[in-house]
């Protein structure tokens, strides 16, 4: 099985802070990688598909980048909306999800 | 609209089974792959299952092969899991979700089915 590394597990940003978060995969996956969104109470809202094609609806700030194994989501600006769980998930072999990165204030 | 609507979720004991259930309306189910997707209270998540547009194709989680058995009824838009010899950690939140094909992302439109297992 593939495994899903992200990191960090948490962090703490403030509003407008520019936020990277990395996944890791075990072995090549192309580009087959998506990146979900999820709030307390709420079920995950998927954010960029396919690495870096993002979600339509999703606003600009956020952006998706990598390949083979090695991914990051990018948020340029923080807004108070965006405090939530991010988990990133491969989609080449049987699905595998990343442990999650809880973004604090 | 996609709309998935999870129902069927309740306290079981080990051992036990249970059925869960997933509605689905706003698009043409049978041009699509089903799957399952479980969280459990305060964890990550965790894909359980997911079945082919005509169910020729089915494929588990290692956690639950052997006790589960995902199935749908393409004229009734419905998604099945039928889950057997349920332990505790299976207890979760059972999200079903849609994708365009196997290697797609997933929509999650429900609000998931809560399954806890306990005696």
């Known amino acids: 099985d593939i495994q899903m590394t992200q990191s960090p597990s948490s962090l703490s940003a403030s509003v407008g802070d520019r936020v990277t978060i990395t996944c890791r995969a075990s072995q090549s996956i192309s580009t087959y990688l998506n990146w979900y969104q999820q709030k307390p109470g709420k079920a995950p809202k998927l954010l960029i598909y396919a690495a870096s094609n993002l979600q339509s609806g999703v606003p600009s700030r956020f952006s998706g980048s990598g390949s083979g194994t090695d991914f990051t989501l990018t948020i340029s600006s923080l807004q108070p909306e965006d405090f939530a769980t991010y988990y990133c998930q491969q989609s080449y072999d049987t699905p595998q999800f990343g442990q999650g990165t809880k973004v604090e204030i | 609209q996609v709309q998935l609507v999870e129902s069927g979720g309740d306290l ?19 041009d699509y792959y089903m799957s399952w997707i479980r969280q459990a209270p305060g964890k990550g998540l965790e894909w359980v299952s997911s079945i082919s547009y005509s169910g020729n194709t089915i494929y588990y ?42 290697r797609d992302a997933f929509d999650i439109s429900g609000q998931g089915t809560m399954v806890t297992v306990s005696s």
């Open chain 2, 12 to 30: 079981v004991k080990p051992g036990g089974s249970l059925r869960l259930s997933c509605a689905a309306s706003g698009f043409t189910f049978s």
């Open chain 2, 61 to 102: 989680a290692d956690s639950v092969k052997g006790r589960f058995i995902i199935s749908r009824d393409n004229a009734k838009n419905s998604l099945l899991l039928q889950m057997n010899s349920l332990r505790a950690d299976d207890t979760a939140l059972y999200y079903c979700a849609s994708l365009k094909s196997f």
